[in-house]
């Protein structure tokens, strides 16, 4: 366990400063690797890193090898890169005679306009470890936590909970518009890293609590919470980052559920989840049973099914298991416990909930595996103030409200060549969501003429007129359609941003 001799405030001063010092942050490597190298980092293929920085001794260079890298390092480069004496002392690095080698993995990160430094175990697949990584291994920043990242909702608030931190990715983030962050885990090897990446990165607003989901803050209310738990549905709980020790997908039932008892009203969580797609079960319901009793306006969203194999697969490799002799009986163990539960897939996406406070909670389930544009968390803000203002407007005034077409959406229209008429008009969203929603003629003539001044009803008479269609019928058509426009973001009421 890195030693808190590490956490001297002078001794982590130092540190800090050294790495400013080398550049080693975010831009500074892009810049010393270049696109191609930088990129291949990511798909931990270090090959045209390493040829970039032949015959680079220096600071930034040295860096990268030992933390990016994870390669040793000649002594003296080490020393003259880092305070070496205490980092070794603090167990972030070990000398082998004349090579130095990291221990753990100091990596840069931030955001568009501050520097960070996040502090985790070396990750297999990058050199520094082959096969299955310790129990208590932390793992760094990866897809999961970046995703989560980019869909959290950043307006500022006073309290947020970082349920699960791990090396402290959500933290950061939260620690720019939330007064004060709790960050809790319960690998105490993790709120020790935690605290070793606040310290580096000069955040002080974050504070640490050991303890499994809920229980070190049951007295406590947070205006915003978020998690990355150990989601994986796994026969055996090997790994504390990934496996929750319960049966299934009951972690992710058990976080919904807590939630809001833990929310301020107005209060968002989001957090990553899977879920099981049960033999004879719709999985929409199964999560609508999950979000019933909570009362709080939700949405979710599944963005990827894997069969069990496909399941198991991953997460074996995860763990480094598919180098291993246990592999193929690892794997058998796996399918046997998913044929047991009747498990046809698993399910990965994100849940949000909202603390509305409202007696007809907007509650939505939906599968969209396409590409979409992070940062998505005004989006997802946006999504819940537009079910907000809908649940109050009947069909009356919801005609009555003059909206405008969002900005970059598309019209495409698809049929037979030569054809008078489409088959179909789908519009298309270029940002956000990216959704596409199909509409008729006058769902599209509807959008089209949608600029803010004129009310929806004005527009869909002047439609009925145009069609030779008979006005009050038209009127009473068009208030559902309409309603899944401006709930999907599609159409804007007035004032919005």
């Known amino acids: 366990m890195v030693s808190v001799t590490m956490h001297d405030s002078s001794q982590v001063a130092r540190l800090r400063a050294a790495l400013a010092d080398a550049d080693y942050t975010v831009d500074g490597c892009l810049d010393a690797l270049g696109s191609q190298a930088y990129g291949a980092l990511s798909r931990s293929e270090t090959v045209p890193a390493l040829r970039t920085l032949r015959g680079d001794g220096g600071p930034l260079a040295t860096l990268i090898r030992l933390f990016l890298l994870q390669t040793s390092v000649p002594y003296a480069q080490a020393r003259a890169a880092l305070p070496f004496d205490e980092a070794v002392a603090g167990e972030l690095l070990v000398r082998d005679g004349d090579d130095v080698r990291a221990v753990v993995d100091i990596r840069p990160y931030g955001e568009a306009d501050t520097d960070w430094w996040v502090v985790s175990d070396l990750g297999s697949g990058i050199g520094g470890v082959s096969g299955p990584v310790r129990t208590d291994h932390v793992l760094g920043i990866g897809g999961a936590s970046t995703t989560l990242a980019g869909i959290t909702v950043r307006g500022p608030v006073d309290r947020a909970l970082d349920l699960g931190t791990g090396c402290g990715v959500q933290a950061l983030h939260a620690s720019r518009h939330a007064r004060a962050v709790t960050a809790t885990d319960v690998n105490r090897r993790a709120l020790d890293l935690t605290r070793l990446t606040m310290a580096l ?42 496996d929750g020790g319960l049966p299934g997908d009951e972690i992710c039932r058990r976080l919904v559920a807590q939630a809001p008892d833990r929310l301020n009203d107005g209060g968002f969580c989001q957090l990553l989840a899977n879920w099981q797609h049960v033999k004879g079960e719709d999985w929409q319901d199964r999560l609508r049973d999950w ?39 690892r794997y058998d ?45 005004d989006t997802i803000a946006e999504w819940f103030g537009r079910q907000d203002r809908l649940r109050d407007l009947d069909d009356a005034a919801l005609l009555e409200t003059a909206f405008r077409l969002a900005p970059a959406v598309l019209q495409e229209q698809t049929g037979q060549p030569g054809a008078e008429d489409p088959e179909y008009v789908v519009l298309r969203q270029q940002r956000g969501m990216c959704r596409a929603d199909r509409v008729d003629t006058v769902g599209a003539a509807l959008a089209g003429a949608s600029d803010g001044r004129l009310t ?11 069609l030779g269609e008979n006005r009050t019928v038209l009127r009473d058509a068009v208030p559902g359609p309409l309603r899944s426009l401006v709930a999907d973001g599609f159409l804007l009421f007035p004032g919005a941003p």
């Open 201 to 242: 990165s000069g955040v002080s607003n974050v504070g640490l609590a050991e303890g499994s989901l809920f229980e070190p803050v049951e007295d406590e209310a947070f205006d915003l919470i978020v998690s990355n738990p150990p989601f994986v549905i796994s026969p055996k709980g090997r790994f504390t980052y990934r």
């Open 456 to 466: 929806a009803g004005a527009i869909v008479d002047a439609i009925a007129e145009l």
């Open 333 to 377: 163990a796996w399918l046997d416990a998913f044929e047991q539960d009747g498990v046809e897939g698993v399910g990965f996406g994100w849940i949000t909930l909202h603390k509305s406070g409202s007696e007809r909670p907007a509650v939505h389930v939906e599968e969209w595996p396409h590409a979409v544009e992070q940062p998505l968390g």
């Open 291 to 329: 979000l019933a009793p909570t009362g709080c306006d939700a949405w979710v969203v599944q963005r990827e099914v894997q069969d069990p194999a496909q399941y198991a697969e991953l997460w074996l490799r995860d763990a480094g298991d598919h180098q291993s002799a246990e592999y193929a009986a």
